[in-house]
């Protein structure tokens, strides 16, 4: 079958945001939009889930063309058995050109399953996606954050997952219209392989690192838990958000979900304040896109002075009550 010049984005609704559509699903129509615009084709969203509210035109908005909306109580919680039938269907009768779906536990998972049954390519962990004439191509992170890699695939329609924070959603636009379609999920309840017996949530203390405008860091330098509350002091007077490099997770300082890097979340604030982070590759290539980065840090041949737009060589018990007590000074 011939492959078309239309997009297909996988959308996520965010439980942890009264089921509001993800803020990587928009940054994903944003560059889908762009790219179809080029290509003279369409952008088509897929949602999957329970039951829907304003998603569908919110997608719209955010410049698809198409919604399908998949109605189905075997949907949520997420299983791969439970989509895998209707996406197949959705993009062998679409043969887009390109089917983002966003990186993180669903989409590290569903994206080489379609792959496969497309009997296609996926490339996982994208930081752009670009045009060469109607080739796709993929940009990614490789040797570790090292270095980046572009890659394309033959003629065929290609898969990928993006990173957040990579790409901008385009403004919303009320005024676009779109075509809505609601569909019943196809998948029989004998045909799910997997069966979800427990859910536990960490409870999130202040705001999301993805939305933070501002965030303060730690690393193996802070010493221990004590560390992160003179951070967290800093985060609060500064409106900010407190994150961590994989060493203070793995020590078990701060729980997982604070964890910025490779295997950790990619964040893009106006500031971000690395304290006592050394600045191995890993952790770089989750602040990279950061507005600037100020580096404070022991250790004056440490790595991350070669990414810090400003560094500050000293101990951070000194350095970060005194800088917290002059913002707040500042902001009266």
């Given at each position: 079958?011939?492959?078309?010049?239309?997009?297909?984005?996988?959308?996520?609704?965010?439980?942890?945001n009264e089921g509001?559509?993800?803020?990587?699903?928009?940054?994903?129509?944003?560059?889908?939009?762009?790219?179809?615009?080029?290509?003279?084709?369409?952008?088509?969203?897929?949602?999957?889930?329970?039951?829907?509210?304003?998603?569908?035109?919110?997608?719209?908005?955010?410049?698809?063309?198409?919604?399908?909306?998949?109605?189905?109580?075997?949907?949520?919680?997420?299983?791969?058995?439970?989509?895998?039938?209707?996406?197949?269907?959705?993009?062998?009768?679409?043969?887009?050109?390109?089917?983002?779906?966003?990186?993180?536990?669903?989409?590290?998972?569903?994206?080489?399953?379609?792959?496969?049954?497309?009997?296609?390519?996926?490339?996982?962990?994208?930081?752009?996606?670009?045009?060469?004439?109607?080739?796709?191509?993929?940009?990614?992170?490789?040797?570790?954050?090292?270095?980046?890699?572009?890659?394309?695939f033959a003629p065929?329609?290609?898969?990928?997952?993006?990173?957040?924070?990579?790409?901008?959603?385009?403004?919303?636009?009320?005024?676009?219209?779109?075509?809505?379609?609601?569909?019943?999920?196809?998948?029989?309840?004998?045909?799910?392989?997997?069966?979800v017996t427990n859910?536990?949530?960490?409870?999130?203390?202040?705001?999301?690192?993805?939305?933070?405008?501002?965030?303060?860091?730690?690393?193996?330098?802070?010493?221990?838990?004590?560390?992160?509350?003179?951070?967290?002091?800093?985060?609060?007077?500064?409106?900010?958000?407190?994150?961590?490099?994989?060493?203070?997770?793995?020590?078990?300082?701060?729980?997982?979900?604070?964890?910025?890097?490779?295997?950790?979340?990619?964040?893009?604030?106006?500031?971000?304040?690395?304290?006592?982070?050394?600045?191995?590759?890993?952790?770089?290539?989750?602040?990279?896109?950061?507005?600037?980065?100020?580096?404070?840090?022991?250790?004056?041949?440490?790595?991350?002075?070669?990414?810090?737009?400003?560094?500050?060589?000293?101990?951070?018990?000194?350095?970060?009550?005194?800088?917290?007590?002059?913002?707040?000074?500042?902001?009266?």
């Amino acid at each position: 079958m011939a492959i078309s010049n239309d997009i297909l984005v996988v959308a996520l609704a965010d439980e942890a945001n009264e089921g509001n559509v993800t803020g990587l699903s928009l940054e994903m129509l944003g560059r889908a939009r762009e790219l179809a615009d080029t290509l003279g084709g369409s952008v088509t969203a897929v949602l999957f889930g329970a039951s829907f509210g304003a998603e569908a035109a919110t997608l719209v908005a955010h410049g698809a063309d198409k919604v399908t909306l998949i109605a189905g109580d075997l949907l949520v919680p997420y299983r791969a058995d439970a989509w895998l039938p209707d996406l197949v269907a959705i993009a062998t009768e679409m043969s887009p050109a390109l089917i983002l779906i966003g990186q993180g536990t669903v989409g590290g998972d569903l994206a080489p399953r379609l792959a496969f049954r497309l009997e296609s390519s996926v490339a996982t962990g994208c930081e752009d996606v670009s045009l060469d004439g109607d080739k796709v191509l993929l940009t990614r992170a490789c040797y570790g954050g090292k270095a980046r890699e572009v890659v394309s695939f033959a003629p065929a329609t290609s898969v990928a997952t993006v990173k957040p924070k990579s790409l901008s959603a385009m403004p919303r636009d009320d005024a676009r219209t779109g075509d809505i379609v609601t569909v019943p999920a196809t998948v029989a309840a004998d045909s799910i392989r997997t069966t979800v017996t427990n859910r536990e949530s960490e409870q999130l203390v202040g705001q999301q690192l993805e939305s933070a405008e501002v965030i303060v860091a730690g690393g193996g330098g802070l010493g221990g838990p004590e560390g992160f509350e003179a951070a967290a002091a800093l985060a609060d007077a500064l409106g900010g958000a407190v994150g961590a490099s994989r060493v203070a997770c793995d020590m078990g300082w701060c729980p997982s979900h604070m964890q910025v890097g490779l295997s950790g979340k990619t964040v893009a604030p106006q500031l971000y304040i690395a304290v006592g982070i050394s600045g191995a590759g890993q952790h770089m290539a989750g602040c990279a896109n950061a507005g600037a980065i100020v580096a404070i840090n022991a250790d004056p041949d440490a790595p991350i002075f070669n990414y810090a737009h400003f560094g500050v060589v000293g101990e951070f018990e000194e350095l970060i009550p005194a800088l917290t007590e002059e913002i707040a000074k500042l902001k009266g």
